[in-house]
């Protein structure tokens, strides 16, 4: 949230201009950026219209929460009012979402997407994005979850006319989703009227800000009943354009012998997996023919393992991309790639067998495979050589095919606590992004320690998982890995700094001494007594994350250096250039950098390093005590 006050005191406030001051001043704050122009032009034009609109309703006193931040999401809802309902005298919150539009139309296959002039792509419907923030709400603020009936949604686009989106109004609307336009703003003050008295809303919305907040449902806990069953995750804004973007896609290729590739490009916790698990889900009810596909082993097998741990034939819908080389042209409706940027040149290796050697690249089997492939990939993730999954790989592929690709690209992330401030932190740190490294200032939705000893990152994690949050502690590949243990023995700790001695995650699909086989180390808690890498790490999420930088990425002077010789990992050949190697080793850390949903905790076996790490995370070397609010959870990453 930047800005909290009575609808007067707003009012007031964006007379004076003092407002928009605040609003910059504390955006920049949060989020580590000055927010762009067109950000602060929607504030001047549409805040002081919201205001007044309240005012004059009468609801002075109504509290007015701006900007105020999804829990555990980076989205933000334009307005949150707090007050009493006038019939019922109990909390009533009111999601506000608005917009200058003056004019749009729905889009012609789905009315929940709508075509705006401003944007070149389908957009969701503004009663469909607040619907989306008020079910998002209730499901992950305590204070709401027991209370739905308390939370209403309305989508105010004031520049409107009823000639100019008389289209959006055949969108559903109900309780969380109603639209209103400026040429009937009386509506609007009515409505405003009808969900909130003249009292004061303060304390109301300080039992909002107060409440219990919960993480995002954890993909693992659910998969089963979302694949089987029901849709649980609720997809926000730019997912539910990418969810309704493929199941367009499916409609059309069933009604015109259509075919098309869909492409959904985002960041570390975006929702890419949610939005495969929803689209699954739909797709399997619908009697669709649809598999899920990844060059992920851990990912893979742990999906099979929960997914279809009642039914078998859930196991099934998991495969890899090298599933794919025998393929039948077209032969399923939908593929969805998850991962994508795991694809590999081609699916053939030396155990394949010569008839399936098509000599085809696995970008083009994968797109022959299905009337609508769906490639869902975050490009900086790429951690090793021969991994080949970007948008523009793939929009080559489609074009050699003639066939039309749809690119939907995603903002916002539930990783981190939602913490956008974090993961810009985290790739200025390491170089992915233009700028240097900058010192960390909390959120608040974040929580960043520095160890002194790797002793001390098992301490806070041990303390952490005491309390019942899942923790787990990664390492850069930097010491060998013992990759044969025979029958009876325990796992060798490989991973040795100074008196400190752990061994690596389990080598391979067996169990080891009660430590759980590589696939399932980051989801089955006898995986908390190993170092994990960022094969197994990678596309999971714990509550908190340790994570131990080697001599291999060192800070020296003013920069980063990349030592290759200190790196352990035989993926990196002599044929793979010193450029590729500084690039792959960077994603690695921002791999594992990014795991945690509440905190991490960090320590470098290099003194120097150890120092700048100090400086740029701006706290105390021993660690602070902190209790987050969040649930404990673990899973895949979404």
Known sequence: MLF?????AVAAECHSGALFFRLTEQFAHVHGHKPGDSEVRSWKRSIPV????????????????????????????????????PRTGLPSYVVVELKQWSSAEPDDDDPSLCRVDAYNRAVLNPVDQVRGYCEHLISFNGT??????????????HNATEFGVMGLFEAEQDQYGQLFIGARRGEFVDFLRSTLAAESGASVADELLNGKIGPSKQLMAVAAEEVREREQFVLLDEQRVAYRTVLNAVRRARRSDHKEVVVVTGGPGTGKSVIALS????????????????????????????AGARRREVQNLFKYFNSFMTAERNGLDVLICDEAHRMRETSANRYTAAANRTGKAQIEELIDAARVPVFLLDEHQVVR???????AEIEAAAKKKGLQCRVVPLDSQFRCGGSDAYLRWVVRLLGLEPGGPVVWESDGRMQLVVADSPQEVETVLDERRARNYSARLTAGYCWKWTKKV?????????VVIGGWERPWNVYGDRAVDGAPPAALWATDPAGAGQVGCV??????EYDWSGVVIGPDLVWRGDRWVVDRSASKDPIFKKSTSDADVDRLIRNTYKVLLTRGMIGTVVYSTDAETREKLRELAGVPARHQEFEPTAEKGIGLGV
């Open 279 to 306: 689209l699954l889900g739909e797709l399997y009810r619908q009697g669709a023919t649809a598999l899920h596909a990844t060059g992920s082993n851990s990912f893979t097998t742990t999906m099979r393992k929960v």
């Open 50 to 85: 919201l205001a007044s609109a309240l005012n004059d309703a009468g609801l002075g006193q109504v509290e007015v929460l701006l900007e105020y931040g999804l829990p555990l999401n980076s989205k933000r809802a334009d307005a949150v009012l707090a007050g009493v309902h």
């Open 385 to 391: 050589p021969g991994e080949m999954g970007t948008v």
């Open 486 to 494: 025979a029958p009876g023995q325990a796992l060798p700790a490989d």
């Open 144 to 157: 709401l979850a027991e209370h739905p009936e308390r939370v209403s949604g309305a989508a105010y686009l």
């Open 535 to 540: 094969y197994t790490a990678q596309g999971f």
């Open 4 to 8: 909290r006050d009575s609808a007067a």
